[in-house]
């Protein structure tokens, strides 16, 4: 299947600072990625849909100005984490949408842990 | 909007047996039922999905059904080895659209 590659893993940082996360589609371009959010043992929650030169769509309840997401290509998407608080901490995943099949693949995830 | 439930949220199967999953959905647009495989510390990795036009996909080991006038589908793993231990999860969509609607996730255990 198609490959999505993101990074960092994992991530620590002092509260206040700010963190990026990169998605990469490596053998596809993608017009549209989405982030994620994931509490443990939980399912995932569809935070806001990356969309290649225009803006994020945001899902309600999601801060836009916390969560700066940038899709300046068709194979990247960032994610920045700004001002991070210990409550951002969590699982983030992004998913890109392959072509032709139009099937969603996800990243590896990155876990923030904010001290 | 859609919602989907699935059931049952663990599961711990002997090795060699069978595993099934069941999701239900509620809204008649979706039309596409993908399934996710997470192992710890990993993303979600696509291992089956079926679109509406059809009621069973297998994929080796792996197979689907989905009823639609019910609105549910399952997952069917036979012959389960350890390395199928991962949290599963349902989804469901409109083909092509944007947004997927996930499952709570089942944890599946197998004795080995």
């Known amino acids: ?115 | 909007g859609e919602n989907v439930e699935q059931h049952p949220s663990t599961l711990s199967v002997q090795e060699g047996d069978s595993a099934v999953i069941k999701c239900t959905y509620s809204d008649s647009a979706s039309n596409y039922f993908p399934w996710y495989k997470q192992e710890l510390g990993k993303g979600p990795q696509l291992i089956i999905d079926i679109r509406s036009n059809v009621g069973e996909k297998k994929d080796q080991r792996i197979a689907v059904t989905l009823n639609k006038t019910a609105k549910h589908f399952s997952l069917h793993i036979t012959e389960t080895q350890p390395e199928d231990s991962a949290v599963y999860f349902c989804a469901a969509g409109e083909f092509g659209n944007e947004k997927l609607t996930f499952g709570t996730g089942t944890r599946l255990t197998i004795i080995p």
């Open chain 1, 1 to 115: 299947g198609a490959v999505v590659s993101q990074h960092p893993s994992w991530v620590i940082c002092k509260s206040g600072t700010s963190v990026k996360i990169e998605c990469r589609s490596l053998d596809f371009q993608a017009t549209t990625m989405f982030w994620y959010r994931q509490f443990p043992k939980q399912s995932l929650m569809l935070m806001a849909t990356s969309n290649e030169g225009s803006k994020a769509t945001y899902e309600q309840g999601v801060e836009k100005d916390k969560f700066l997401i940038n899709h300046a290509s068709l194979t990247l998407s960032t994610l920045t984490v700004t001002s991070a608080h210990p409550e951002d901490s969590s699982f983030y995943i992004c998913s890109a949408r392959q072509g032709v099949h139009k099937k969603l693949f996800f990243g590896s995830g990155t876990q923030l842990s904010v001290l």
